[in-house]
């Protein structure tokens, strides 16, 4: 039995086809978001890398910041439950998770059994985002792949004193015009990103293994700051932009394996 799960955030889509909740057939990621051919395109994409098609799929869950758009769908499942699910999928001993969106961070504690029990979210301000990531990347005129790599050659990181992201920007502008090395300048900013995702999961117990989901995870100068504010090993799964996606086509199996859905077929 195949599952889809498709995670339409705000930056980008992800799509991921599941066999029998345990096999990742297929996954897509598309570098748009919500409101954009970002989730079209993903699920082509999906389709195409498998060779399957839409009739082979018995369900399909829809998360993210853009799923209320989305009516193709059988079910909207927030993504907290999804992320939760996800990375459990991923990686099984986990059971505190940073999630760095482009628009949000959240910070979850889950079950061994990949359930949600608390979380801390920051969706009200830039700082402490993928966003805040995407316009420093711009100001440095790097592409945001390659802030990460960049901020591991750092030997004097810069302190950011500027939380809000308008005025960290201005202060970022005028440190390149001081020619403050570019390394140390973006090692300042995922340590700026660091401290803010960090304070926030501080409510949480935080209890090992701790991994982080989301794209910024891709970003390794974010991780280590993590560790570093954090004081612990960070997993980081290859998958880690897809966990949403991977979460919800598994509660799209679980959902059909306990009947609790009519059958499609
Ligand atoms: P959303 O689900 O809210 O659309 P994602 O979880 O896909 O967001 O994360 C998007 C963020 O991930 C971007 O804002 C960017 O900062 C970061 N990102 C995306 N791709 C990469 C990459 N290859 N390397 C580093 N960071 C990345």
Redesign the pocket.
């Known amino acids: 039995m195949y599952t889809l799960g498709i ?8 799509a991921v086809i599941l066999q029998d909740g345990a096999v990742l057939a297929a996954h897509a ?1 598309e ?1 748009l ?1 919500t409101g954009t051919v970002g989730p079209e395109r993903a699920l082509k994409k999906v389709f195409e890398l498998c060779g399957l098609s839409q009739q082979d799929i018995s369900y399909t869950v829809v998360t ?2 853009g799923r209320m758009n989305c009516d193709y769908a059988d079910e909207q499942i927030s993504e907290l439950s999804c992320h939760a699910k996800g990375v459990h999928f991923l990686l099984p001993t986990v059971h505190t998770v940073i ?6 961070a959240k910070a979850l504690s889950i079950t061994d059994k990949g359930q949600l029990t608390a979380f801390q979210m920051n969706d009200k301000c830039a700082a402490g ?3 805040f ?2 316009v420093m ?1 711009r100001v440095l005129n790097v592409e ?2 390659e ?2 790599p960049l901020s591991q050659k750092s030997s004097h990181p810069v302190s950011i004193s500027n939380t809000c992201t308008v005025f960290a920007e201005s202060e970022v502008i005028s440190q390149l015009s001081s020619n403050v090395p570019i390394e140390d300048i973006a090692a300042g900013i995922h340590s700026s990103v660091a401290k803010r995702v960090a304070g926030m999961s501080l409510r949480l117990d935080r209890t090992p293994d701790v991994a982080m ?4 995870a ?2 390794i100068g ?1 991780v280590h700051a993590m560790e570093q504010e954090m004081g612990c090993h960070i997993l980081v799964d290859p998958l880690c ?1 897809s966990a ?1 996606a991977i979460g919800a086509a598994v509660l799209a199996w679980e959902k059909r394996r306990k009947g609790e859905v009519d059958d499609h077929e």
Do not use: F
């Open positions: 995670d339409i955030g705000s930056t980008s889509s992800k990621v570098p978001g993210g910041y999630d760095i969106g482009g628009q949000d985002t993928g966003r990531l995407d990347a945001i792949s802030l990460g989901s989301g794209g910024v891709l970003n974010v932009q949403g």
